[in-house]
């Protein structure tokens, strides 16, 4: 009988003791049997950040200190390099000043790379539906071992970000734009062919809520680990009330044979009952990936994508969500 894919949740109240975190690494990498080595790539979820705005939109700096203490001592790993691709046009350095990663380049074997700073190299795809080669940093494809720290968040186009959707973050401006449309859960699902990380530590100490770039948070107060993304993400859109088939680039991973194609193939090892933390996150904010139930004066009309039944969420939909606040005194508007 082939053994199960582990998903290990550990209770974590807070950020503030960074030995904690690092404790729960370590018991992770254990059981979990993988062992980190040569030159490893950390990427965390650095989509947006802001001092007042988006301070809930990232992976806390607690959660990749503590990732950072642990790799360096550990024999086997030779460097450790943070990449990270943030979004909206904006330098990736700017965004990792504001986060407080960039005080990290001081700490022992610690490189940081901006991958939009970073030399790319055409990719090829064997699986690949929308797209058949990428340009992609060199640092990523040079990497001996991959580990993913993403943030836990609701995403108001594909309903949930976590280790799977991080892959948007190893594209450039150009290429990540290219099918962030009606195409994006497909264009995700691809991308994990090449973005297929070694280990992932989930930051869902604090989860985000409403839109994934200016999260409103929601303590959930745990940390989760695993070696495969879609396993971790099966779990983790359960616990902020997803069933996993809901969520679009999931069931496009499984159907291509991403393990594990099943939710039987996966085995929870956690200190707290699933229910109990499925509790917590009952009433999270998803109104923003649906236009109709967004608190706003505005009148929306909403078409489906070109030769689909199903309504469009990328382009102007994501624009107008991105711009609620701006919108909310706005009376009626038609959008055609």
Known sequence: MAEKHKVIIRSCPDYEDVSRIRGIVAEGIERLGTKPHGRVLLKPNVVFAHKRYARFSYT????????????????????????????????????????????????????????????????????????????????????????????????????????????????????????HDYHLEEKIADLYEVGYPDLIVVDAVTVGQQCELVAKPMHLGVIMMGT???????????????????????????????????????????????????????????????LMKLDTPLRLYLGNYPGGNDICHGGCVNMLLLGRTACRYASKVLIA
């Open 60 to 179: 806390h700096p607690t959660v990749i200190e503590a990732l950072l203490d642990e790799l360096a001592e550990r024999p086997e790993v030779e460097k450790i390099i943070i990449g990270e691709r943030s979004a909206i046009y904006m330098p990736t350095r700017y965004h990792f000043a504001l986060t407080g990663y960039s005080k990290f380049r001081k700490k022992p074997k610690v490189k940081i790379c901006y991958f939009d700073e970073d030399v790319l190299v055409e990719v090829p795809f064997e699986k690949g539906s929308y797209h058949k080669t990428l340009r992609l940093p060199r640092t990523l494809l040079e990497a001996d071992y991959k580990l993913y720290a993403p943030k836990l968040k609701h995403h108001m186009t594909s309903r949930m970000t976590c280790a799977v959707k991080l892959n948007i973050g190893i594209c450039d401006h150009k290429e990540r734009l290219n099918g």
């Open 228 to 290: 495969s993304g879609v396993a971790v993400d099966s779990v983790g859109a359960r616990l902020i009330g997803f069933k996993p088939d809901e969520i679009e680039h999931l069931r496009i991973a499984r159907s291509r044979g991403w393990e594990p194609v099943s939710d039987d193939d996966i085995e929870i090892v956690s200190d707290s009952p699933l229910e109990e933390l499925q509790e917590r996150t009952r009433g999270l904010d998803r109104t923003f990936s649906d």
